[in-house]
Nanobody
Framework: QVQLVESGGGLVQPGGSLRLSCAAS????????IGWFRQAPGKEREFVTG????????TYADSVKGRFTISRDNAKKTVYLQMNSLKPEDTAVYYC????????????????????WGQGTQVTVSS
């Protein structure tokens, strides 16, 4: 069983930056795919970014491309989401998710592809 714990959320002004962390209970070498999703009040869970670590293939939602970056620290078993140039529409609860296998094509952006989820961390972008 893989456990994921997110942290790093908070209140930030538009244009600001935050870095979210997702700490895994297992070596992230055993987890091939990591995804970040977000859910705003009254809306469905939305794909943000995902990465297959075996080949480095990374996908970003159009809404965050060029502003958000996913990365990892193997020694710390932690995945990061660096968020720059934040906008009010980025306000949501952010979740990290993990899957043991490679996720291709649309699967990496599909929440049901991930069996393991963190509890979420709130990000609020407001002046």
């Amino acid at each position: 069983q893989v456990q994921l714990v997110e942290s790093g959320g908070g209140l930030v002004q538009p244009g600001g930056s935050l870095r979210l962390s997702c700490a895994a209970s297992e070596s992230i070498f055993r987890i091939n795919a990591i995804g970040w999703f977000r859910q705003a009040p009254g809306k469905e869970r939305e794909f943000v970014t995902g990465c297959n670590w075996s080949d480095g293939s990374t996908t970003y939602a159009d809404s965050v491309k060029g502003r958000f970056t996913i990365s990892r620290d193997n020694a710390k078993k932690t995945v990061y989401l660096q968020m720059n140039s934040l906008k009010p529409e980025d306000t949501a609860v952010y979740y990290c998710a993990a899957a043991p296998g490679i996720l291709r094509l649309g699967l990496i952006a599909t929440p049901s592809s991930y069996p393991y989820w963190g509890q979420g961390t709130q990000v609020t972008v407001s002046s």
